[in-house]
Structures are given as C-alpha cells and as structure tokens.
Antibody, heavy 119, light 110 residues
Framework: QVQLQESGPGLVKPSETLSLTCTVS?????????WGWFRQPPGKGLDWIAI???????YNNPALKSRATISVDTSKNQFSLKLSSVTAEDTALYYC????????????WGKGTTVTVSS | EIVLTQSAGTLSLSPGEGATLSCRTS???????LAWYQQKPGQAPRLLIY???SRATGIPDRFSGSGSGTDFTLTISRLEPEDFAVYYC???????????FGPGTKVDIK
C-alpha cells in the first residue's frame, strides 16, 4: 500500500525559504506517476504548487512567480519542495500527493503538515 | 486560465436523501481530466471520481459522476452519515496547463 509522509519545519520566518520533503513508501517513485505538492490555507480550499516526474520534468503553478522549486531524489524515494521569500500568505497545510500521469488526478495523499509563517 | 465554479456553497440534507453537486468550468474541457474529491475535517482529500465518471478504487457505488463540456455533476444517491463532508472538483489543463480546484461544496446534516 502506497503511503506518503510529509516532513519539515512547522514554523518559518517571513522572507525565508520553506523546505518540505515527502517520503514515499510502498511504491517506487520511479514509476509512471507524477508527484506533487498542494496546500490549503486555514479554512480555505485547495491550491496546487508543483508536480514532478521521476525523470525530473516539472510543472509549476505560475501564480507562485517562480518561488517554488520541486525536486526528486530517486535513491531515497523522496521528493521535496522549496518555497522562497515566504509571507504570512504561505501559511497553510501542505500536502504531498501521487498524481496519475495522463489523467492528472491525485489518488494518494499524505496526511499533510502545517507550516506557519511568522517571526 | 480555466476557472471552476461550484454553485452551492453548502447543501443541508438529511441522511438517506440524495445529493447533486455541480461543477462548472469557465470553458469547455476534456472530461478525462475532471476529478472529484471528498475532504473531511482534519483529513486529506480523498479521490472519489476521475475522468468525470470513473469511480476510484474502494469508492461505494452510491457515488457517481457525470457531465461533459462545461457542466459536471457528482451525485450521491443516498447519503450515509460518513458522507457529510466538503467536496471539491478539480481539473488539469488549459494554457499553460495548471491544476484548478473548485471552491468546494459542503454537505452538512440538516
């Protein structure tokens, strides 16, 4: 059974870089899926950040103006997110998810990790 | 950019009733990339329907999806107590291609 687990600091200072890692278990990351990051601000809906294929091909949400960098480490079966120049608006519950290629739906999600941006 | 609209913010219904949730896209889309998710408080989203009408693994058959073009529907034939939750529609595509989510419809107990 595929499981995803997010990890990273829960508190980040304004203007700094948020860094999260998603560890995949039960499934090699080098299969025909994309792997993605999504977030949900408190009390709000879902937003997309970025997705990556194991080859390194990426798609980013242009609304984030190149602040997001997604990467993959196939040797560790992990993928990661860096979000630079964070503000209070980046405070959210961050999820990693498996994305079915071709259809682009998310069939497996991590439990999510809360990140608060505050000094 | 394709914008998804879910017309009802909240539906107040009783267990045993049917629910019809609407998702409209700002332009005609490929139904193969339209999905529906359920989210309960404190939980991650759960995939219900993909490709507009295909049920995901393990999803009860009381959930069904339909639609094409700009209008899509999630139908819950008979609400069980565990179905009271928020439901989101989602699309991937457009130019440039992005993931778009609807604002969500909350189904709560009347």
């Amino acid at each position: 059974q595929v499981q995803l687990q997010e990890s990273g600091p829960g508190l980040v200072k304004p203007s700094e870089t948020l860094s999260l890692t998603c560890t995949v278990s039960g499934n090699s990351i080098s299969t025909d899926y994309y792997w993605g990051w999504f977030r949900q601000p408190p009390g709000k809906g879902l937003d997309w950040i970025a997705i990556i294929y194991h080859s390194g091909s990426t798609y980013n949400n242009p609304a984030l103006k190149s602040r997001a960098t997604i990467s993959v480490d196939t040797s560790k079966n992990q993928f990661s997110l860096k979000l630079s120049s964070v503000t209070a608006e980046d405070t959210a519950l961050y999820y990693c998810a498996r994305v079915r290629s071709g259809y682009f739906y998310m069939d497996v999600w991590g439990k999510g990790t809360t990140v608060t941006v505050s000094s | 950019e394709i914008v998804l609209t879910q017309s009802a913010g909240t539906l107040s219904l009783s267990p045993g009733e049917g629910a019809t949730l609407s998702c409209r896209t700002s332009q005609s889309v490929f139904s193969g990339q339209l999905a529906w998710y359920q989210q309960k408080p404190g939980q991650a989203p759960r995939l219900l329907i993909y490709a507009a009408s295909s049920r995901a693994t393990g999803i009860p058959d009381r959930f069904s999806g339909s639609g094409s073009g700009t209008d899509f529907t999630l139908t819950i034939s008979r609400l069980e107590p565990e179905d009271f939750a928020v439901y989101y529609c989602q699309y991937y595509g457009g130019s440039p291609p992005i993931f778009s989510f609807g604002p969500g419809t909350k189904v709560d107990i009347k």
